[in-house]
């Protein structure tokens, strides 16, 4: 897409939005589209940054529960974590948060920001309707478990908190879902919180990692 | 700051749980006494014992049962509600005499 | 101003560890300039200018200088401009920094208040109790005069806030204190293989080692200091942290830390308390004049800060380290006039024939009986030593002493603050006159002098037997720790020499005397919690750190108890004095916004809280409350509104017995309830009081969409799930709040508006009547449309995906222009609902209300087996009523009653307002109020108390609009 149709899409444009897209505005982010809805490409230059915020909350995401949800994601395909409060890659970029014995969410491709299937493909299994009850933010970069030790109770330093572990937790005094991201390089925090808090927990990010220079990113931070 | 084991998060905070009070066995409200029924909620057990209590774990939205001693706080094990709670409970409709 | 550029006191190098000798630093003390360097602390800068006095005392305004060098004492409590307190021997200097003294009238130096000491004799302890306890109100006459003459320092109210900010620490082992015992912890945990965090409250680490004499050729501190530093540094598995205070134990070793302007939280697997041990002063009179100082504050001033304490010296000392503390003065041209020793022949040989090798004269079995001071007691000149007759008691014979210094030591007191917020046990041990520490919590150990060991070697070897209970712990060894004991005695049994004269000081803090301490038991006060009280004891800044051991044996002795029995006071955090800025950090308050929150503050919205959300109470000028409300509340009545209503509570229920666990929860009965209808829905909690409502949608045999008040929803969904995690139905429950966002279109025109936008669904009132439910497409949007009436006029809930949110607002207000849509506010809404007789649960019910009270009786099914409250409903419902809810009216021009105004009958409380307004709609105040049970039908009257009047108001059926319903079921 060419930089003259990028700086036409505007967030209102569409029907779907995130609950930070004025802030992202208000930055003079650049957008495309992205699961028919506005996700920000570039915060403008990031390339020194150490740590960046993202905000991913227009990337499909869905999630499945009951007795059958487990058997039925991998019968779809995916890969399911053999415990709870882990999180692995499937073949296709999607990522299976397992948050419990019988619960499980489904994070779209980060590039693509979609998904193959969504909770409407699973008859047998309860849906969670996490695309809108939660936002879902992207923590990357360095200093990870100090900034976030600003934040959380939880121990999230390498050894405690490897690849593929989530916490489901307190974060700056709202529940959230901390998953640290498998077989990607660098560290990734996925946060996924109440999208009604997300422009709270947003502000609280970016001033813990203030400290460390981090700062609010776009996709292209990533790729 | 006390710390708890979830049976699903493992160690944790105490703030990040929310106490539901002890495990009790509800008395048949078709049937019970108005003094057992009384009892029943209104009553608790306050001796120095091991108790066992329902605790939520707030962030992850789960239930689970601790048995904790109330003299020296002390949390002896927390296990999944499935435990104690394994098979559907009914309930009888209410006696129904005096009621036409 | 004149400048004061001296550091005349100053000793050369290697002298002043903490000196950065390239880098002079300025700043004002009491107006006048001074010059230090960096890494002096305040004190030692002014010492280095020969200025002793810093402070005065609290009580009685006695002149005060150092006394422990290390933050110990309150002597030194100094203003930093608008921050009082602040340590001087703590705080370092930086440049242009503005210091004064505290506690003066006048001047510093000319304290026109100094002359309270003359009245000490007629201010006896307890004197502020005793004097202003009667009669009734005096002492809300002298309290201003007091407190303007005890006050510690001033607040500048006009501070500007600073950032302070708090941070968790994870570690396996944390070891607090960095001297001989904390180090060779360290060290042995970290080889042993556990990370370790090492914590001093020094802008150094070495504790003792960096200022103690440990042998006569004093070398071997400095090498030991050395080789454990370097050890220390080379270790990847142990972090330092200096200029850290650790401020309190709780539970599960969760531990605060103070550095500069943060706060950490630390959580350690293990913890190893290295405190050390605070020397302790000897009482004798006039103990507190400037130039009196603990032996290790003179070894801090001369290694720390290359301060030569004075010219002429006696040390006073009850154990062997007074001698070292001799030698070092000796080697640093201090005239050591005397040693003297409270002890008679304990001495070993080798430390007396190094005094008199260097020719230091020794009176053992001595004491000093009081210390001498020019008149304004600026600083010692001499010192009255006499010999030692009995315990407590002196001879007649005087030896006066010139001297500008007295080093004193009675011993040691155990740094327990930490341990015994743990819950461990402190109790002394005669033979040894000294506390000792036991029955610590299983991850909690402790090492070195706090644990009553002394003798470096034997220090060391405890550091490693701590580490090594903790390494066991961690499951990292399985050794045996070693033993470890100390043959050393080093605390004095009785240093108290009580003077006819008082000003003998048991507690510098707070102006306490010997004699104060006992005459408290005298006056019956014989627990060591009630001296404290009624004294104030150990109340002041060093919270006893000096205080306690003289208390103790002085209540001990004039109770005839044992010093066990009598203890000291609790140890409670904090530690140290804290600033609540550090408590409060970086202050996290959650709110929560609706996705179209931003669009209600483009149009104006004035904003009040609902929990953690915002919301519209109306919109327009603030100050134009009830204008705004009667106008939205026509418009709705009249034409067509909207409201943002997303805060309501949703939860889902879906599975084969989601019908069944309906029913089981909410009063009314579901198993029923067609698909494509809304219910009313209200839960009763087992008390049988109502404690929550909503409205149930079902959408499908297996699947209920039920809503929740905005306060109650995490209530009603937790127990839910806790009643499932019991019952175990198959019913999937999931709390939607933020999932779904909603808004409310009312008014007669809501129909018109909403057509415009949804042609896939019939929206007639034969094809979607009133309390239908169904899912539609609102412009590309799909929505839960549920046709009910809390205003009491045509309405539509509209719910939708949070995501759509901002769009279906702007998709109605743009599809509402051409109908005059105007949005309004939760204070709107709440008129609006009053009118139709609605109750708000919480608002107008309490914790008592149970569903008779509410006539909601008709919403209540006992055909059913079971609802949560079910029984108790039965047992309240079968009791004789004594209160109803009920509608009252007023005239317009009557005074209006509040919510929370009393009902009464004669002069029984029957009841109170719940909701009261005027109304618009019926040109008259209605309102909602508990009333006694016989006057709560209609055409009663009921008494209301407003603002001390009594207005006599009607009960009316309700609703007080539109009776019939004709409105809403349009």
Same mark, same amino acid.
């Given at each position: 897409?060419?930089?003259?149709?990028?700086?036409?899409?505007?967030?209102?444009?569409?029907?779907?939005?995130?609950?930070?897209?004025?802030?992202?505005?208000?930055?003079?982010?650049?957008?495309?589209?992205?699961?028919?809805?506005?996700?920000?490409?570039?915060?403008?230059?990031?390339?020194?940054?150490?740590?960046?915020?993202?905000?991913?909350?227009?990337?499909?995401?869905?999630?499945?529960?009951?007795?059958?949800?487990?058997?039925?994601?991998?019968?779809?395909?995916?890969?399911?974590?053999?415990?709870?409060?882990?999180?692995?890659?499937?073949?296709?970029?999607?990522?299976?948060?397992?948050?419990?014995?019988?619960?499980?969410?489904?994070?779209?491709?980060?590039?693509?920001?979609?998904?193959?299937?969504?909770?409407?493909?699973?008859?047998?299994?309860?849906?969670?309707?996490?695309?809108?009850?939660?936002?879902?933010?992207?923590?990357?970069?360095?200093?990870?478990?100090?900034?976030?030790?600003?934040?959380?109770?939880?121990?999230?330093?390498?050894?405690?908190?490897?690849?593929?572990?989530?916490?489901?937790?307190?974060?700056?005094?709202?529940?959230?879902?901390?998953?640290?991201?498998?077989?990607?390089?660098?560290?990734?925090?996925?946060?996924?919180?109440?999208?009604?808090?997300?422009?709270?927990?947003?502000?609280?990010?970016?001033?813990?990692?203030?400290?460390?220079?981090?700062?609010?990113?776009?996709?292209?931070?990533?790729? | 700051?006390?710390?708890?084991?979830?049976?699903?998060?493992?160690?944790?905070?105490?703030?990040?749980?929310?106490?539901?009070?002890?495990?009790?066995?509800?008395?048949?409200?078709?049937?019970?006494?108005?003094?057992?029924?009384?009892?029943?909620?209104?009553?608790?057990?306050?001796?120095?014992?091991?108790?066992?209590?329902?605790?939520?774990?707030?962030?992850?939205?789960?239930?689970?049962?601790?048995?904790?001693?109330?003299?020296?706080?002390?949390?002896?094990?927390?296990?999944?509600?499935?435990?104690?709670?394994?098979?559907?409970?009914?309930?009888?409709?209410?006696?129904?005499?005096?009621?036409? | 101003?004149?400048?004061?550029?001296?550091?005349?006191?100053?000793?050369?190098?290697?002298?002043?560890?903490?000196?950065?000798?390239?880098?002079?630093?300025?700043?004002?003390?009491?107006?006048?300039?001074?010059?230090?360097?960096?890494?002096?602390?305040?004190?030692?800068?002014?010492?280095?200018?020969?200025?002793?006095?810093?402070?005065?005392?609290?009580?009685?305004?006695?002149?005060?200088?150092?006394?422990?060098?290390?933050?110990?004492?309150?002597?030194?409590?100094?203003?930093?401009?608008?921050?009082?307190?602040?340590?001087?021997?703590?705080?370092?200097?930086?440049?242009?920094?503005?210091?004064?003294?505290?506690?003066?009238?006048?001047?510093?130096?000319?304290?026109?208040?100094?002359?309270?000491?003359?009245?000490?004799?007629?201010?006896?302890?307890?004197?502020?109790? /005793?004097?202003?306890?009667?009669?009734?109100?005096?002492?809300?006459?002298?309290?201003?005069?007091?407190?303007?003459?005890?006050?510690?320092?001033?607040?500048?109210?006009?501070?500007?806030?600073?950032?302070?900010?708090?941070?968790?620490?994870?570690?396996?082992?944390?070891?607090?204190?960095?001297?001989?015992?904390?180090?060779?912890?360290?060290?042995?945990?970290?080889?042993?293989?556990?990370?370790?965090?090492?914590?001093?409250?020094?802008?150094?680490?070495?504790?003792?080692?960096?200022?103690?004499?440990?042998?006569?050729?004093?070398?071997?501190?400095?090498?030991?200091?050395?080789?454990?530093?370097?050890?220390?540094?080379?270790?990847?598995?142990?972090?330092?942290?200096?200029?850290?205070?650790?401020?309190?134990?709780?539970?599960?070793?969760?531990?605060?830390?103070?550095?500069?302007?943060?706060?950490?939280?630390? /959580?350690?697997?293990?913890?190893?308390?290295?405190?050390?041990?605070?020397?302790?002063?000897?009482?004798?009179?006039?103990?507190?004049?400037?130039?009196?100082?603990?032996?290790?504050?003179?070894?801090?001033?001369?290694?720390?800060?290359?301060?030569?304490?004075?010219?002429?010296?006696?040390?006073?000392?009850?154990?062997?380290?007074?001698?070292?503390?001799?030698?070092?003065?000796?080697?640093?041209?201090?005239?050591?006039?005397?040693?003297?020793?409270?002890?008679?022949?304990?001495?070993?040989?080798?430390?007396?024939?190094?005094?008199?090798?260097?020719?230091?004269?020794?009176?053992?079995?001595?004491?000093?009986?009081?210390?001498?001071?020019?008149?304004?007691?600026?600083?010692?000149?001499?010192?009255?030593?006499?010999?030692?007759?009995?315990?407590?008691?002196?001879?007649?014979?005087?030896?006066?002493?010139?001297?500008?210094?007295?080093?004193?030591?009675?011993?040691?007191?155990?740094?327990?603050?930490?341990?015994?917020?743990?819950?461990?046990?402190?109790?002394?041990?005669?033979?040894?006159?000294?506390?000792?520490?036991?029955?610590?919590?299983?991850?909690?150990?402790?090492?070195?002098?706090?644990?009553?060991?002394?003798?470096?070697?034997?220090?060391?070897?405890?550091?490693?037997?701590?580490?090594?209970?903790?390494?066991?712990?961690?499951?990292?060894?399985?050794?045996?720790?070693?033993?470890?004991?100390?043959?050393?005695?080093?605390?004095?049994?009785?240093?108290?020499?009580?003077?006819?004269?008082?000003?003998?000081?048991?507690?510098?803090?707070?102006?306490?005397?010997?004699?104060?301490?006992?005459?408290?038991?005298?006056?019956?006060?014989?627990?060591?919690?009630?001296?404290?009280?009624?004294?104030?004891?150990?109340?002041?800044?060093?919270?006893?750190?000096?205080?306690?051991?003289?208390?103790?044996?002085?209540?001990?002795?004039?109770?005839?108890?044992?010093?066990?029995?009598?203890?000291?006071?609790?140890?409670?955090?904090?530690?140290?004095?804290?600033?609540?800025?550090?408590?409060?950090?970086?202050?996290?308050?959650?709110?929560?916004?609706?996705?179209?929150?931003?669009?209600?503050?483009?149009?104006?919205?004035?904003?009040?809280?609902?929990?953690?959300?915002?919301?519209?109470?109306?919109?327009?000028?603030?100050?134009?409350?009830?204008?705004?409300?009667?106008?939205?509340?026509?418009?709705?009545?009249?034409?067509?509104?909207?409201?943002?209503?997303?805060?309501?509570?949703?939860?889902?229920?879906?599975?084969?017995?989601?019908?069944?666990?309906?029913?089981?929860?909410?009063?009314?009965?579901?198993?029923?309830?067609?698909?494509?209808?809304?219910?009313?829905?209200?839960?009763?909690?087992?008390?049988?009081?109502?404690?929550?409502?909503?409205?149930?949608?079902?959408?499908?045999?297996?699947?209920?969409?039920?809503?929740?008040?905005?306060?109650?929803?995490?209530?009603?969904?937790?127990?839910?799930?806790?009643?499932?995690?019991?019952?175990?139905?198959?019913?999937?429950?999931?709390?939607?709040?933020?999932?779904?966002?909603?808004?409310?279109?009312?008014?007669?025109?809501?129909?018109?508006?909403?057509?415009?936008?949804?042609?896939?669904?019939?929206?007639?009132?034969?094809?979607?009547?009133?309390?239908?439910?169904?899912?539609?497409?609102?412009?590309?949007?799909?929505?839960?449309?549920?046709?009910?009436?809390?205003?009491?006029?045509?309405?539509?809930?509209?719910?939708?995906?949070? /995501?759509?949110?901002?769009?279906?607002?702007?998709?109605?207000?743009?599809?509402?222009?051409?109908?005059?849509?105007?949005?309004?506010?939760?204070?709107?809404?709440?008129?609006?609902?009053?009118?139709?007789?609605?109750?708000?649960?919480?608002?107008?019910?309490?914790?008592?209300?149970?569903?008779?009270?509410?006539?909601?009786?008709?919403?209540?099914?006992?055909?059913?087996?079971?609802?949560?409250?079910?029984?108790?409903?039965?047992?309240?419902?079968?009791?004789?009523?004594?209160?109803?809810?009920?509608?009252?009216?007023?005239?317009?021009?009557?005074?209006?009653?509040?919510?929370?105004?009393?009902?009464?009958?004669?002069?029984?409380?029957?009841?109170?307002?719940?909701?009261?307004?005027?109304?618009?709609?019926?040109?008259?105040?209605?309102?909602?109020?508990?009333?006694?049970?016989?006057?709560?039908?209609?055409?009663?009257?009921?008494?209301?108390?407003?603002?001390?009047?009594?207005?006599?108001?009607?009960?009316?059926?309700?609703?007080?609009?539109?009776?019939?319903?004709?409105?809403?079921?349009?």
């Amino acid at each position: 897409m060419s930089d003259v149709m990028k700086s036409t899409i505007t967030p209102e444009t569409y029907l779907v939005r995130s609950p930070l897209y004025r802030l992202h505005k208000a930055a003079g982010a650049h957008f495309d589209e992205c699961s028919s809805a506005a996700q920000v490409t570039s915060y403008g230059d990031r390339s020194a940054v150490s740590t960046a915020l993202i905000d991913l909350s227009v990337n499909h995401r869905f999630g499945v529960r009951g007795p059958n949800a487990l058997a039925a994601l991998a019968a779809a395909g995916l890969s399911v974590p053999d415990k709870p409060n882990q999180c692995v890659n499937s073949s296709n970029g999607e990522t299976v948060l397992r948050l419990s014995n019988t619960e499980c969410w489904v994070l779209g491709a980060m590039e693509s920001g979609a998904c193959s299937a969504d909770s409407s493909a699973f008859a047998d299994c309860y849906p969670v309707y996490c695309q809108d009850s939660h936002a879902c933010l992207l923590l990357s970069g360095e200093h990870l478990p100090d900034i976030m030790a600003k934040l959380c109770g939880v121990d999230l330093s390498e050894h405690a908190f490897p690849k593929g572990a989530i916490a489901q937790t307190s974060v700056a005094r709202i529940n959230a879902i901390i998953s640290h991201l498998p077989d990607r390089e660098g560290t990734h925090f996925v946060i996924l919180c109440d999208s009604a808090a997300a422009e709270y927990l947003w502000g609280c990010l970016l001033d813990a990692m203030g400290e460390f220079g981090g700062q609010a990113a776009g996709l292209d931070y990533l790729f | 700051m006390k710390m708890m084991n979830c049976p699903l998060n493992g160690l944790r905070n105490i703030s990040e749980f929310v106490h539901g009070g002890e495990v009790k066995e509800m008395p048949d409200p078709n049937s019970c006494s108005d003094d057992a029924w009384a009892e029943y909620v209104f009553y608790t057990e306050n001796g120095i014992s091991v108790v066992t209590e329902w605790w939520l774990h707030a962030p992850s939205g789960y239930w689970f049962i601790a048995e904790r001693h109330t003299g020296s706080d002390e949390i002896l094990k927390t296990y999944d509600p499935s435990v104690l709670f394994n098979k559907r409970v009914e309930f009888s409709a209410p006696v129904t005499e005096g009621m036409a | 101003m004149t400048s004061m550029i001296d550091n005349s006191m100053r000793l050369n190098a290697p002298m002043g560890l903490l000196l950065n000798r390239d880098n002079a630093v300025e700043f004002l003390f009491e107006g006048q300039r001074y010059q230090g360097y960096a890494g002096d602390c305040i004190a030692s800068a002014l010492l280095a200018n020969d200025r002793w006095l810093m402070s005065r005392s609290f009580k009685y305004h006695r002149p005060r200088g150092p006394l422990t060098m290390a933050g110990q004492d309150a002597n030194t409590l100094v203003q930093l401009g608008g921050d009082p307190n602040a340590l001087a021997d703590r705080t370092p200097i930086a440049p242009n920094m503005q210091i004064e003294g505290q506690n003066y009238n006048g001047t510093l130096d000319k304290d026109r208040d100094a002359m309270l000491g003359h009245f000490g004799r007629f201010m006896p302890v307890g004197f502020y109790y /005793r004097s202003f306890f009667k009669p009734m109100g005096v002492w809300d006459k002298w309290e201003g005069v007091i407190r303007e003459k005890a006050g510690l320092g001033r607040l500048d109210l006009n501070f500007e806030p600073e950032y302070y900010d708090k941070k968790y620490l994870f570690t396996d082992v944390m070891v607090v204190g960095s001297g001989p015992a904390g180090l060779s912890a360290a060290l042995k945990a970290a080889d042993g293989g556990a990370q370790v965090l090492l914590v001093e409250e020094m802008p150094l680490v070495g504790g003792a080692l960096a200022y103690n004499r440990f042998d006569i050729e004093g070398i071997e501190a400095d090498r030991l200091r050395a080789e454990l530093i370097a050890k220390v540094e080379a270790h990847d598995k142990i972090t330092v942290m200096v200029d850290t205070v650790c401020n309190a134990w709780f539970t599960d070793n969760y531990l605060p830390l103070i550095q500069g302007k943060r706060l950490f939280k630390v /959580r350690a697997k293990e913890c190893i308390i290295a405190s050390g041990a605070y020397e302790q002063h000897v009482v004798f009179r006039n103990n507190d004049l400037p130039g009196v100082v603990m032996c290790s504050a003179a070894t801090r001033m001369m290694k720390l800060y290359a301060i030569k304490p004075g010219q002429s010296a006696v040390v006073l000392t009850g154990n062997d380290d007074g001698y070292l503390t001799a030698l070092e003065l000796n080697d640093h041209g201090v005239n050591v006039k005397a040693v003297v020793d409270m002890r008679e022949g304990a001495a070993p040989m080798d430390l007396i024939d190094a005094l008199s090798k260097r020719g230091i004269t020794l009176h053992q079995g001595y004491t000093v009986y009081e210390a001498l001071a020019e008149k304004g007691n600026k600083r010692v000149k001499a010192v009255d030593v006499r010999k030692i007759t009995a315990k407590g008691e002196v001879g007649n014979a005087s030896r006066v002493i010139d001297c500008d210094l007295l080093c004193m030591s009675a011993g040691y007191m155990p740094a327990y603050q930490l341990l015994c917020q743990a819950g461990a046990q402190l109790s002394y041990a005669d033979d040894l006159a000294e506390f000792t520490l036991s029955k610590l919590p299983e991850h909690l150990h402790i090492a070195g002098s706090v644990n009553g060991i002394h003798q470096l070697d034997s220090v060391m070897a405890d550091g490693q037997r701590a580490a090594q209970l903790a390494l066991n712990n961690l499951n990292l060894s399985d050794e045996l720790p070693g033993k470890v004991s100390c043959s050393v005695k080093p605390n004095f049994d009785w240093p108290i020499f009580s003077h006819p004269k008082g000003k003998d000081f048991v507690d510098f803090d707070e102006d306490l005397q010997a004699k104060d301490i006992v005459n408290a038991t005298r006056l019956g006060y014989r627990d060591v919690q009630l001296v404290k009280r009624f004294s104030t004891v150990g109340m002041g800044p060093s919270q006893g750190r000096h205080s306690a051991l003289p208390t103790a044996r002085l209540v001990a002795n004039s109770t005839d108890r044992t010093v066990t029995e009598t203890g000291v006071t609790t140890a409670r955090p904090p530690f140290a004095p804290e600033k609540l800025a550090h408590i409060a950090g970086r202050i996290f308050d959650p709110y929560r916004r609706t996705p179209m929150h931003h669009r209600h503050l483009e149009l104006g919205a004035k904003m009040i809280p609902a929990g953690n959300w915002r919301r519209p109470a109306f919109y327009g000028d603030p100050n134009e409350r009830d204008a705004c409300i009667h106008t939205e509340s026509v418009h709705v009545r009249n034409k067509v509104g909207l409201i943002d209503v997303s805060t309501l509570g949703g939860i889902e229920l879906k599975g084969p017995d989601a019908a069944e666990f309906m029913n089981r929860i909410y009063t009314f009965a579901f198993l029923k309830q067609p698909v494509g209808k809304t219910r009313y829905a209200v839960y009763t909690n087992e008390h049988g009081v109502v404690i929550d409502d909503g409205v149930a949608c079902r959408i499908a045999e297996d699947h209920f969409y039920v809503t929740a008040t905005t306060s109650g929803v995490d209530r009603v969904y937790r127990d839910m799930t806790k009643w499932n995690a019991q019952w175990r139905l198959d019913v999937d429950i999931l709390n939607v709040t933020s999932a779904y966002c909603a808004v409310n279109l009312a008014g007669p025109d809501a129909r018109k508006v909403l057509e415009t936008l949804v042609t896939d669904t019939d929206l007639s009132p034969e094809g979607f009547p009133f309390l239908a439910y169904g899912e539609a497409d609102v412009a590309g949007i799909p929505a839960r449309l549920l046709r009910v009436g809390f205003v009491g006029e045509l309405g539509y809930e509209i719910h939708v995906p949070s /995501r759509y949110g901002e769009a279906l607002w702007d998709l109605l207000m743009d599809a509402g222009k051409a109908f005059d849509i105007k949005p309004f506010g939760v204070e709107t809404q709440r008129l609006l609902r009053l009118e139709k007789g609605h109750v708000i649960v919480s608002q107008d019910t309490d914790g008592m209300s149970h569903p008779g009270e509410l006539s909601m009786t008709w919403a209540v099914n006992r055909k059913k087996p079971f609802f949560v409250g079910c029984r108790s409903v039965d047992i309240v419902m079968a009791q004789p009523q004594t209160r109803k809810l009920v509608g009252f009216v007023l005239p317009a021009e009557s005074k209006k009653p509040e919510e929370g105004h009393l009902v009464l009958e004669g002069d029984a409380i029957t009841g109170n307002v719940t909701s009261c307004e005027y109304s618009p709609a019926l040109k008259q105040i209605v309102g909602l109020a508990f009333a006694g049970i016989n006057s709560s039908q209609p055409g009663d009257h009921i008494y209301i108390r407003v603002d001390g009047q009594l207005v006599e108001a009607e009960v009316v059926n309700l609703p007080f609009y539109d009776p019939d319903n004709l409105r809403q079921e349009m």
